[in-house]
């Protein structure tokens, strides 16, 4: 069994920062890419930022500069630090990772998300 859990959303005011956290547990043998999507009420989900386990991060046109992607390998862990939020931020933020399990292939994997809003 695999698990992406994530934490960090809330409410906060535009201009404000926040910074989510994705912690991957279970049976893992390897992980390969992971980054966040989002989803606003009555829009498809979109890619924020995505980090390779080898290479550059690739960022969202609508969040290069404001938001930052990194990883902590070795706690199976992917932030998204956000800064300069926008209403326009507002979304459920969900993490995902391409994991190879103990015994298995590699697939992709999605936390349950988190909320997060930008209003006054």
């Known amino acids: 069994q695999v698990q992406l859990v994530e934490s960090g959303g809330d409410l906060v005011q535009p201009g404000g920062s926040l910074r989510l956290s994705c912690a991957a547990s279970?049976?893992?043998?390897?992980?390969?890419?992971m980054g966040w999507y989002r989803q606003a009420p009555g829009k498809q989900r979109e890619l924020v930022a995505a980090q390779p386990s080898g290479g550059s991060a690739v960022y969202a046109d609508s969040v290069k500069g404001r938001f930052t992607i990194s990883r902590d390998n070795a706690k199976n862990t992917v932030y998204l630090y956000m800064r300069s939020l926008k209403p326009e931020d507002t979304a459920v933020y969900y993490c995902?990772?391409?994991?190879?399990?103990?015994?298995?292939?590699?697939?992709?994997?999605w936390g349950q998300g988190t909320q997060v809003t930008v209003s006054s």
């Open positions: 279970g049976s893992i043998f390897s992980i390969n890419g």
């Open positions: 995902n990772a391409g994991i190879r399990r103990l015994g298995g292939y590699e697939r992709d994997y």
